[in-house]
């Protein structure tokens, strides 16, 4: 059975469910992590590696010079000052060695950066994921860029969660020829329907300006003071939860607009299930950076949902306008408000809306129909007819 290589910046990191997925599922759970940040412990019983090298060990001042002299060699040759060197590349090397994996998945394309080099020094196929960051606000470094330009021809394959991450990548003359658009997909299984509360709206994700929760709040509190019978609960926390919470509070609806903070999975979940309207205003944030399709619309579809977001990144290559929810201009609160009156206004056509969007989940956002996709891509160059 093939054996993967995940190389990642973390081996275990809450919020990364999807990597997490791929080191647990992918190729059957046959696999071993390259990773960066140490870890105290080992929660999957992997073979696994860290690369850095701790400023610790750097205490000379021939090692600084040599530290600093690879630096400058690694920006020249591959546009990025953190490929491996030295003792810490024939430590990966020697890893490579001992676990003997088929092929390397670079989990983000800043990953991909740093490690494609020594898997081309090791002679071993390496791809990599593109999620969201890594492909739109790491774009505006004129370094970063370039490096992904001359990292494209270092890899065998590209996936993306979405095309319009890829088309970003294209904007800045990174292209690759063996690319996929493959979204990283929820447990259907585990996401599911269940008795909906008549008129409940839900919106889920950290309170940040990339998803504009103000806009949320305001445009639903001005629907509710028409509208008997709608409730809003948000689940997640951050820098703007005062500022969302104050809203509601002026407005008087601190009965109808519930803030529970961040939650665990299983209680996002159950709201999911329950729930009848997702809303999501995701937008580019100041500094560029976007989301790639977000985990949150595909499990709110799975849990039928109908979903009413943004024209932004990948969202409407899920969300189609009147089909299977509503979506709006970045930043357009007016048009937000609209589209949360008309699904208020039309609650008895909201099955129809889950029943769609239910059946889009389960053919296109399975997550195990999805990394078996990986699997084949890869195996495609692995195994070539």
Not at 107 to 120: C, D, K, S, T, W
Not at 166 to 171: G, I, M, N, R
Not at 173 to 191: I, M, Q, Y
Request: charged letters at 25%.
């Amino acid at each position: 059975m093939t054996k993967i290589c995940i190389a990642t910046g973390s081996y275990f990191h809450p919020q990364e469910t999807q990597i997490t997925f791929h080191i647990q599922n992918l190729f059957g759970g046959n696999a071993c992590v390259l990773h960066e940040h140490d870890m105290d412990d080992d929660p999957f019983g992997l073979e696994h590696h860290s690369w850095v090298v701790p400023r610790s060990a750097r205490t000379t001042k021939y090692e600084k010079l040599v530290f600093l002299g690879s630096k400058l060699r690694s920006i020249a040759k591959h546009r990025t000052a953190r490929v491996p060197y030295g003792k810490t590349r024939d430590d990966i090397c020697a890893f490579l060695h001992d676990a003997a994996p088929d092929a390397i998945l670079a989990e983000f394309g800043n990953v991909a950066l740093r490690i494609a080099p020594v898997a081309n020094h090791f002679g071993i196929p390496v791809f990599t994921y593109f999620r969201g960051a890594d492909a739109s606000s790491q774009l505006r470094a004129p370094l970063r860029a370039a490096g992904y330009r001359r990292m494209m021809a270092r890899l065998d394959g590209v996936f993306s969660v979405s095309q319009f991450l890829l088309d970003e990548l294209a904007s800045v003359g990174a292209t690759h020829p063996n690319s996929h658009v493959v979204p990283s997909g929820v447990n259907t299984d585990l996401f599911v329907p269940s008795a909906k509360r008549e008129g409940s709206f839900l919106a889920v994700g950290r309170l940040v300006e990339k998803k504009r929760p103000d806009i949320t709040v305001k445009a639903f509190c001005m629907n509710a003071k028409d509208t008997q019978g709608i409730t809003l609960d948000v689940v997640g926390d951050g820098p703007m939860q005062e500022q969302c919470q104050s809203i509601v509070r002026d407005f008087g609806m601190t009965d109808r607009v519930t803030f529970h903070g961040a939650r665990p999975h299983d209680f996002v979940r159950e709201m999911l299930g329950t729930s009848e309207v997702f809303l999501q205003h995701s937008v580019r944030a100041k500094n560029g950076n976007t989301e790639g399709l977000p985990t949150a619309i595909q499990e709110a579809m799975s849990c039928g949902l109908t979903i009413v977001s943004t024209r932004h990144a990948g969202i409407p290559e899920a969300v189609i306008e009147g089909e299977n929810g509503h979506l709006v201009e970045e930043g357009d609160y007016d048009g937000f408000k609209a589209a949360i009156g008309t699904v208020s206004a039309n609650l008895s056509r909201l099955p129809e809306f889950a029943e769609r969007n239910r059946a889009k989940a389960l053919a296109c956002y399975d997550n195990r129909k999805l990394i078996k996709t990986v699997e084949r891509e890869i195996e495609k160059v692995l195994k070539p007819k």
